[in-house]
């Protein structure tokens, strides 16, 4: 069996971004001393013989909002507590705009060996509508510093479908992002979530949406660009040189099991999802003046629940969802329960049915939340 991956959450950041919705926000030196304290507690209270996971992956928020003596902290604190011994892959998220030489070493210290970049665009305009804190060129001397730092392996995030942007505008993020030898790339359309500056300058008529066609030849192009340098897409929005994929990524979309620290962070462990609080101040009194685990909620999934979410995340790779997984999930094999409708979407062309693996096929990945509906309801009656 293998060793669950291990996820660590930084929910701060320098200032908002336009389009974020996910759980960061603004905090003084002193509160994040006080978070590393709390981070430094959760460790101990929840691993007191120490943990050796397969794949570590710090997020946020922004980790490098952390100072070089934070980060330095945040080091010391793992290597108290986790073995990096049989750690295959150690990410960290890096906004380019707040790495510097002395950050970059500390995160070599602790142990980082993939840089994850949220680039984002290396365009002003776009940069400046997204409310990214940094300027045009700010990518390229990160990664040089973080190269120089000894982190050798290098992904980007990318966003296309930004309003106003052209097939000209992404060809051009595209190029300069592969410049850079870079061996991992991901590459997300824009969503206007709900509550979000930007979705309220949309609802003001301040800025347009793509058209949907035009989303379409991006996502084609996205497709064909990182092909012709050697970058496989391998989940529909991540494309890597072979060999490599993110391996924290791929255990989230194959159905392993991972613990998370930290405010905000989830884990998974053999179909229980656990939950933590969602605020760093929730989060840091439990741990500190309560001396509790920060859990705001656990869920033990049900079987169909579970085969589900595995087809939900599973079905987005390239090499889709081992039958081997959906019947230890389910309880009952994947024939049993989705066979007919998986052979009705075959015949359409948007799955593809192997002896070990059911997918997508290039036409399916398009459409795959209906593929998940008409699997999912396949299964409602046997499991139900
Ligand atoms: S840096 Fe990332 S997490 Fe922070 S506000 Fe921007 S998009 Fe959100």
Redesign the pocket.
């Known amino acids: 069996m293998t060793a669950p991956s291990l996820y660590i959450h930084i929910p701060f950041?320098v200032r908002?971004?336009e389009y974020?919705d996910?759980y960061?926000g603004v905090a003084g030196e002193a509160e994040i001393d006080r978070y590393l304290d709390a981070l430094e507690a959760e460790f101990r209270l929840r691993f007191p013989d120490g943990l050796a996971p397969r794949t570590v992956f710090i997020g946020?928020?922004?980790p490098t909002r952390l100072s070089a003596e934070q980060l330095n902290r945040l080091g010391k604190i793992l290597r108290a507590r986790v073995s990096l011994d049989g750690c295959i892959e150690f990410s960290c998220e890096i906004?380019p705009g707040t790495l510097t030489p002395e950050k970059a070493a500390a995160l070599k210290r602790m142990g980082v060996n993939r840089a994850s970049f949220?680039v984002q665009s290396f365009q002003p305009k776009f940069l400046k509508g997204l409310g990214r804190i940094y300027e045009a060129g700010t990518a390229t001397g990160a990664v040089e510093m973080a190269r120089a730092a000894g982190i050798e392996r290098v992904s980007m995030d990318l966003m296309f479908a930004l309003p106003g942007q052209t097939l000209d505008d992404l060809k051009d993020d595209l190029t300069r992002a592969l410049a850079h030898g870079t061996e991992h790339l991901s590459l997300y359309a824009l969503t206007f979530e709900d509550d979000t500056p930007l979705t309220r300058q949309l609802l003001n008529g301040e800025v347009e949406p793509c058209e949907e066609e035009l989303e379409r030849a991006m996502f084609e192009l996205v497709g064909e660009t990182c092909a012709a340098h050697g970058l496989e897409r391998y989940e529909v929005s991540n494309f890597a040189r072979p060999g490599a994929e993110c391996r924290h990524n791929l255990v989230y979309w194959t159905g392993g099991d991972w613990h998370g620290v930290g405010a905000g962070a989830h884990a998974m462990l053999g179909g229980e999802i656990g939950r933590n609080a969602a605020d760093f101040k929730a989060y840091t009194r439990m741990l500190l003046d309560e001396n509790s685990l920060p859990v705001a909620d656990r869920e033990l999934l049900a079987p169909q629940a579970r085969a589900e979410s595995l087809l939900l995340m599973g079905l987005r790779l390239k090499q889709g969802v081992e039958l081997a997984t959906f019947e230890r999930f389910a309880g009952a094999s994947f024939e049993s329960l989705c066979g007919d409708a998986a052979r009705r979407l075959a015949s359409m062309g948007l799955l593809e049915l192997t002896p070990t693996h059911v997918r997508a096929t290039s036409e399916g990945l398009l459409l795959l939340d209906n593929l998940v509906v008409e699997l999912a309801a396949a299964m409602e009656p046997a499991t139900a």
């Open positions: 950041c908002k971004c974020c996910f960061s946020g928020g922004t906004n949220g």
